[in-house]
């Protein structure tokens, strides 16, 4: 139980990621813990070689028990990574403090290496694989000297999952240590998994001395490699998640005939026991934790309706060889969400999520060692210390949380956290739902006439930009298929992929298109969001199913008033038409924006994209 005394000093307490200089013994907390080195002689090698390279002075092997999870908080707490907080109202959960200069994903220094730039293409950075080496290995060099190396082995995928995919990590990051214990199926589960194998990715990371101008994120596909450096971030040292489970998954089933997607995985079970399992891609922050952890208005509670989730961030799909449908699993084991705005209206799902054992990045501490963040509370705190560790009060005139703040939680914390999650065989998909963050133009809902439709909706999917990444908030981006900085080799690729795996199902998934941020000329959203999305997804499983009518457009099928259920919404049917109307200037406008991308790809854009663009043309 923590003591009122150590929050008082906690609460004047700052802390940094970059590991202490000095000799780093792992905390006597730890010793007497397990820490055999790996047994494959192919990890033996390899680590043999970073260790030559970066010279840690201590190598500490995470075997991801209960125990050792502690022992590295407690390590945590004494060299200034974490901040216990409140064990009563938050047990067994703490506070980060990032370095203010690395806040989020770093997309302007984040590569595709290869042989050649057109494997990479015109939407990723791109390194010679040599040069990309002999550019980070001086970093390398020498880095971990004073240090201690993590070696952190991870599945990501359910254990004995057709797809589950082994990958050790080595860094000299504490907190990136814990969690990846969050966020994968860490510790000696993946030697096991492993067995004698040498086909495990390999990923490197070094905070270094968390210089912007030293922070490289590497991905070496054709050698199955990460070399991350400069940033504890999650997105660049969580190197399971976006660098495996997006950039280097992607490239892999590419080649072997399968899908690796910025999507969540939501099942939703109807009044007569009916589950249909429906994947939503949209750009970051915008809102996919929230949908993928909606709770049904009440009135669709008390009819039955239930939504559980699979994931939040990413799946990986595959044919099923039986059925030769679309199946698909969530690679993650945790959930490493946005913060601001999070509360128990918006998402309790979310919020009872990181109730307990849960990771805080970036938030205001409050003086009882509890957390805060705008929005969590309609009152902001009288004071608190912001997420840079300075004191704050609402006078303060700036944000007490970062607008990126995170937590991160194991995903068994979620209540509504679906049966089959952690199922190996994965869970059919029957709709694919592709989003943005749009205020003006695009409608609240339409589905695709087809597949191929479908594709080129999701190729030319735009959002505003938020903070998850580092650059201007507000503009409206491209993001093919939410996948824009994921994409792990050459775009052009990316989309005849999507296309050629239609060939090989028998039947696909229906797929469609919403935008929940459609606001008024005075800046007022039109829709409600949130727990109401519900009534759009009725109509998008009905649809599923071939059940729910819908009219033809020029976008595609749309639902007219009648046919999503508005029914306890305060809201008109000229309302709701309002939110689905197309206005014809302001959508050639939108064909106009949406050929940024095509413009880049050039002689390269597949024929299958310019028929879909003459069809549109043709129909507005
Ligand atoms: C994320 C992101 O953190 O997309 O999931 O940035
Ligand atoms: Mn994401």
């Known amino acids: 139980m923590i003591e009122r005394r150590d929050i008082d000093k906690e609460f004047y307490m700052t802390t940094t990621t970059i590991p202490p200089k000095g000799p780093r013994i ?80 770093s997309e302007h220094q984040t590569f595709i290496c290869t042989p050649s730039a057109d494997m990479a293409g015109v939407t990723n950075n791109w390194l010679e694989t040599k ?66 194998s040498d086909d495990f990715t390999k990923c490197l990371h070094s905070i270094l001395d968390c210089n912007p101008d030293r922070r490289y994120i590497c991905h070496f596909p054709l050698d ?25 998954a992607s490239f892999l089933g590419h080649q072997q005939g399968w899908m690796a997607e910025h999507m969540l995985l939501m099942g939703a079970t109807a009044p007569g026991g009916e589950k249909t399992y429906v994947a939503g891609a949209f750009p970051s922050s915008c809102g996919k934790t929230n949908f993928a952890m909606l709770i049904p208005p009440e009135k669709y509670q008390k009819q039955g309706w239930r939504i559980t989730t699979v994931g939040d961030d990413i799946v990986w799909m595959w044919i099923d060889e039986k059925t030769g449908r679309l199946r698909a699993i969530n690679p993650e084991a945790g959930y490493f969400g946005v913060v601001p705005g999070t509360n128990e209206r918006t998402n309790p799902n979310a919020m009872a999520a990181m109730g307990h054992d849960t990771i805080f990045t970036n938030v205001a501490l409050l003086p009882d060692g509890d957390v805060w963040w705008e929005g969590k509370t309609k009152q902001p705190p ?26 991160t939680a194991p995903a068994n914390n979620n209540p509504a956290i679906d049966p089959a999650w952690d199922d190996p065989a994965g869970v059919e998909v029957a709709a694919i739902v592709f989003g943005g963050r749009r205020s003006r133009s695009i409608p609240l809902v339409y589905q695709a006439f087809n597949w191929l439709h479908g594709v080129y909706m999701g190729a030319t999917l735009g959002s505003e930009t938020t903070a998850a990444a580092t650059g201007q908030v507000g503009v409206v981006r491209r993001d093919p298929m939410a996948m824009l900085p994921f994409i792990g080799y050459n775009v052009r690729d990316y989309f005849v992929h999507w296309m050629r795996m239609r060939k090989r199902m028998v039947d696909c998934p229906r797929i469609f298109h919403v935008n929940w941020f459609r606001k008024d000329a005075e800046g007022n959203y039109l829709w409600p969001g949130y727990g109401e999305n519900m009534r759009v997804l009725k109509w998008i499983i009905d649809r599923s199913h071939g059940r729910a009518y819908a009219k033809e457009t020029m976008l595609g099928w749309m639902p007219k008033a009648g046919d999503v259920d508005l029914d306890g919404l305060n809201m008109s049917a000229a309302q709701f038409e309002a939110l689905q109307a197309v206005d014809v200037d302001e959508f050639k406008a939108e064909i106009l924006s949406q050929e940024e991308l095509f413009l880049k790809l050039a002689g390269d854009l597949p024929k299958e994209f310019i028929f879909q663009r003459e069809l549109l043309i043709a129909r507005v």
């Open 131 to 196: 040069a990309a080496y002999n550019k980070l290995r001086p970093l390398l060099d020498g880095c971990m000297r004073g240090r201690t190396m993590y070696v952190i082995p991870f599945v990501m995928g359910p254990i004995g999952s057709p797809l589950a995919r082994v990958g050790v990590e080595l860094s000299d990051s504490l907190y990136v240590a814990v969690s990846m214990g969050i966020m994968t199926r860490m510790g000696d589960v993946a030697w096991r998994q492993l067995g004698d």
């Open 224 to 248: 199955n490699t990460i070399w991350s450096v400069g940033s504890g971030y999650g997105g660049n040292a969580l190197l399971g998640k976006k660098c495996l489970a997006l950039r280097i």
């Open 26 to 105: 792992p905390a006597a907390a730890t010793a007497g813990v397990h820490t055999t080195p790996a047994a494959n002689p192919h990890v033996r090698k390899w680590i043999e070689e970073c260790v030559e390279l970066c010279k840690p002075d201590n190598i500490y092997y995470c075997n991801g028990s209960p125990e050792e999870r502690q022992a590295l908080f407690e390590q945590g707490v004494s060299d200034g990574t974490f901040t216990r907080l409140n064990q009563k109202k938050l047990p067994g959960s703490y506070l980060h403090r990032s370095n203010p200069n690395d806040v989020a994903r």
């Open 382 to 407: 009288p004071r608190c210390i912001d997420w840079m560790g300075k004191e704050w009060t609402p006078a303060s005139g700036t944000k007490a949380a970062h607008p990126n703040s995170r937590f």
